[in-house]
């Protein structure tokens, strides 16, 4: 801006157009300053609205109860404040907390089942007696392009006796297996999310260890290292980051779990309605309409997702040091 | 990442200086959406207040508008827009759209819940009979007995009029409903030299029999307690009642109770299947490989029957077996099972008018007829008239004409003081998590008796007063 001020003006005017120069750049300095906010505008519009005031709206709805008076509310609806009566309410009866015991157990086996599967998958993949390592990178990773709501429909057609094959291989063989049991269904969903997230994850991992510098390999080869070696001591620490943010991620998504639990509700009568956490909340919400409640739930899903996610962290970067 | 050299990138450049001039406009624009958008944000905050707690029932009736109205009618009926231009094409006053939702439970209900929490909901909704409460909880739906709906009252079956009549109200205008009989594959019980039981003990008996041919007579849903409770309504049960300005519960009754006993002597005997559901594809499965002798479900069962694969000319339908109290057959004929109404919404505009044309479609010769070819709907909710197609003989049913012969006694063997309530959805869930509980020593007495204190709470809990009813507590 202040380039375009001419040099060649008599001295009088000088004076004049340095004040107007410095003032131009005060109000440069002021359209630099509001540029970023302008810039960030259209996308923290949206973030307020569609992110932060639902979540403050949530988290006050989670403090009101509301009061009926008569058969139907007839003689007058109240709403009030309620303190944490809802949040005693949503652990009162034991499922929410069961529901969360529940997907305790999925995550401490699908993750690191999961995590290890994809190292493994992307080692393999890096390592250099690959063959069509791009092939098969784009078949691994094909899982996760179907959406989790067919997934669980074509895998449910593997589960259901009857139908599958599987099954009735099995009971060719004179093993009685039942996917959509008690005990054996979590583990039926378990697969459905490995079998989709596998891929993925992989990819993550693949792009890490594409960013480690050839010359790292070359020193290790010219020590002698071994391929095994090599993987031990050079990528799997170099993909550290990798792993972590994956798990981080698995970790979140093992408590946000519902596609999958409720669309096999219809194929398996032991899916209760608030076998997930996600499925309890939505239940209270939308099919019993208490919308306080079910922000109470949401919200104590989203501490303990943060809370979970929070200690993984601080626990793997305090080894790291 | 992106070259700014490489041919292929989009000319970001060109755009930006054509844009140039238009960049004020823009901002301003930008900075108009954004105070627009935090006015909005504004109202959606002090709109806030939890959505459902307003009644229109209590505001002044709305007229009839004495000019062409359009309606929407909400519903997850197969082709009812069919249905509605039979209507539209005589009445081109009030003309009426069909709008597709999910079933029930299934999305439907979450929409119209959302619907009218915004103050959206359409003109119509199809709401069953068991949801009614729910949606008058949240204030959804306008009491027809302010537009005069009782001058109809008795075109339709006396006991689904008491399933939509609530404190001096009417809440909605039954659209179909679901008798129960037993469906049964006479091939199979003919192997075990059986006809079909008049009793529940006798169906245990014959259970018993089917079993040794590797087929059961029937399945029982722990996960949906809707089965269950058909029975016990059937056996006598009144769960739930109004007296005054609270609730009066009770569902350890003795009809109850001894049909919550029968059916726990029969899943420990093995008698019936609690493996799966039906009509679940593994029912269907197994209906195929001719593993399943029979169902006691309601009238529209049998277009599901329908597509059991292979089973053409192998079914028919006899009377639900009856409940025994010694020699003395107890409670009533037959129970129904699903089946629900049409509900004029909050938000109509226009209550009179879609409250006729839901009269007409679900009492008229013509109305029925359409529903019954193009929606399928379950059966008439009229008395009088069940529809053109179902006075014949079934060729899939063994050629019998099993809905004059069977459901429209069933229709009217029906327990008159049956009532829903506000909970249904969360009681029926309540339930059927207890039910899963079933096994050891744990029955489905017991889970009768946890269900009941839990739904009591759950009454509380909404600030519902509620108490318990009789003595035997």
Known sequence: MTSSVPRAEPPTVADAIEVGAAKAKRGANKQVRRAPWLLLAPFMVLFLLTFVLPILAAIGSSFTKVTRKGVFGELGVETTFAGFSNYTQAFADGTLAKSLGRMLLFGVVQVPVMIVLCTVLALMLESASARWPGFFRAVYFMPYGVPGVIATILWSFLYVPGLSPLVGLFDKLGVQIDFLGEGTVLWSIANIVTWTYTGYNMMIIVAQLKSIPGDIYEAARVDGASTWRIARTIQLPLIRPALVLTTVFSIIGTLQLFAEAQLLQSFAPSITNTYTPNLAAYTTAFAYNDYNVAAAQSVIIALIAFVLSFVFLTLTSRRQR | MADPTDPAAPPGGAARTAQAPSALTRRRLLSLGAAGLAGGAASLLSGCATPGTTSVNTQPTIPAAGEPVRLQYWAWLKDLQKVCDVWNAQRPDIQVEAVWIPGGNSGGYQKLFAASAAGGSPDLAQVEFRSIPE??????????????????????????????????????????????????????????????????????????????????????????????????????????????????????????????????????????????????????????????????????????????????????????????????????????????????????????????????????????????????????????????????????????????????????????????????????????????????????????????????????NKGLSIERRGSSS
């Not at chain 2, 003795?254 to 726990?264: H, I, K, P, Y």
């Not at chain 2, 053109?388 to 004059?404: D, K, M, V, W």
């Open chain 2, 135 to 460: 949606f008058m909880l949240v204030n959804a739906l306008v009491d027809l007995s302010r537009y005069g709906v009782d001058q109809y009252a008795d075109r339709y079956n006396k006991a689904l009029w008491q399933q939509v009549s609530y404190v001096d109200g009417v809440y909605g205008i039954p659209q179909d409903s679901g008798p129960m009989a037993l469906y049964y594959r006479p091939d199979l019980l003919q192997r075990v030299g059986a006809e079909p039981p008049a009793t529940w003990d006798e169906w245990a008996e014959l259970a018993a029999e089917v079993r040794k041919i590797g087929a059961y007579l029937d399945v029982f849903a722990v996960s949906d307690a809707s089965g269950f409770c058909a029975y016990a309504t059937q056996a006598g049960a009144t769960w739930f009642a109004v007296d005054g300005d609270h609730w009066t519960v009770n569902m350890t009754d003795e009809a109850t109770l001894n049909t919550a006993a029968f059916f726990d002597k029969a899943i420990d005997r093995g008698l019936v299947s609690t493996a799966f559901t039906l009509f679940s594809p593994p029912w269907y499965a197994a209906a195929a490989n001719n593993q399943i002798a029979g169902a006691v479900t309601a009238s529209w069962g049998d277009a599901l029957i329908e597509s059991v694969s292979g089973g053409a000319g192998k079914w028919k339908v006899a009377p639900m077996p009856l409940w025994q109290n010694g020699s003395q057959t107890t409670g009533y004929g037959s129970s129904f099972i699903g089946g629900s109404t049409a509900a004029v919404m909050a938000d109509s505009k226009h209550p009179k008018e879609a409250m006729e044309f839901a009269v007409w479609m679900t009492t008229s010769r013509a109305g029925i007829d359409a529903m019954i070819a193009n929606s399928g709907i379950g059966w008439s909710p009229t008395d009088s008239y069940i529809g053109a197609t179902r006075q014949q003989p079934s060729e899939f049913f063994s050629g019998q004409n099993y809905n004059e012969d069977v459901f429209v006694k069933m229709a009217t063997e029906q327990n008159p003081d049956w009532q829903w309530w506000p909970l249904t959805t969360q009681s029926f869930n309540i339930l059927a998590d207890a039910f899963r509980r079933k096994g050891g020593s744990y029955t489905l007495v017991d889970a009768v008796r946890d269900a009941e204190g839990q739904i009591i709470e759950a009454f509380r």
